[in-house]
């Protein structure tokens, strides 16, 4: 027997490597024909939900309507109980937003709102015997930016007062006319509501108006100089007690007169701003400077 016939009937090794990669590549395609045919099962299964429908979006607090939303499928992995289904339109039409709502964005439930806001809303909610005084002030003198609506206050009031001649107070300093400077504490601590503008208007609801803007539209309302002129508070609006404002009424009558204005903690307070904490950072973002 010829021994180097032996080697023919050893394994082929080539021949197994060949086996095995036809193997791994038959698997590969069973494997990946699979993937694409669950992947295609799951593309079949979608949920019709709302998006918006309308160049530019909607603004905050304008009811919504059926001309401005539309159907959209996604698959159902992507679909989350918040999200509004196209069956359920009925369910948002004539409803207020929230806030601006950016067009082709699909709408969540908590989007919306039954009643739109009414205009300077803290007036609804005060109480019955209280009432609102408008103070004009000179900001620069009284907290600057700092100051904001929900802070708490002292006011101070400092008045020129007749003094009789044959009074002997040593305390009391005289003028050639013969009076004396007077300075009581008109309101011990009273909250600001709202400030008022040069033109009158609510800063709170211009940061409101602002808000209902798009956010390329709002950064480009924030920077110009008349935002700035219309958040410059020029009076405060004050919700005081009867005999709060019964006091104010009789001091006010006096010539002279000068109002001292400090501000009180915080810890106690709602200042309205931090109602709006997207805005406060915007405007911060660019009142700061940059380094």
């Known amino acids: ?43 079949k299964d979608t949920v019709e939900v709302l998006r918006i429908d309308q160049s530019g979006g909607i603004p905050a607090y304008v009811a919504i309507t059926e001309k401005q939303i539309k159907k959209y499928s996604i698959i159902r992995k992507e679909y989350s109980e918040d999200m509004i289904l196209a069956e359920d339109k009925d369910s948002i039409v004539d409803k207020f937003t929230k806030y601006y709502l950016r067009n082709d964005s699909i709408l969540y439930k908590d989007q919306f709102m039954d009643e739109k806001p009414q205009q300077n809303e803290w007036l609804y909610e005060m109480e019955d015997e209280h009432e609102v005084l408008t103070l004009p002030y000179n900001f620069l003198e009284a907290g ?45 601590s009273i909250e600001i509501r709202d400030m008022l503008n040069s033109s009158s208007h609510s800063i709170y609801e ?52 000068k109002y001292l ?26 009142i700061k400077p940059k380094n």
Do not use: C, H
Request: no cysteine; charged share 25%.
């Open 144 to 188: 600057g930016d700092i100051l904001m609506p929900g802070d708490r206050v002292r006011i101070r009031v400092s008045y020129e007062q007749q003094e009789d001649a044959s009074s002997g107070n040593p305390n009391v300093g005289y003028s050639s006319r013969g009076s004396k400077m007077r300075t009581e504490i008109l309101f011990g």
């Open 206 to 257: 211009v940061y409101k108006e602002v808000l209902k803007l798009s956010e390329d539209k709002r950064q480009e309302v924030m920077k110009s100089n008349d935002f700035l002129k219309s958040i410059q508070p020029k009076s405060l609006l004050l919700e005081g007690t009867k005999e709060q404002i019964d006091n104010f009424a009789k001091y006010n009558g006096y010539e002279g007169k």
């Open 261 to 286: 204005i400090t501000i009180l903690s915080r810890k106690n307070s709602q200042v309205i701003l931090d109602q709006l904490p997207t805005l406060q950072r915007e405007v911060e973002s660019w």
């Open 1 to 43: 027997m010829d021994l180097k016939t032996v080697k023919s009937v050893s394994p082929n090794r080539k021949l197994f490597k060949k086996i095995l990669a036809l193997s791994l590549s038959i698997l590969i395609i069973i494997v990946s024909f699979v993937a694409l045919n669950n992947a295609n099962q799951a593309a």
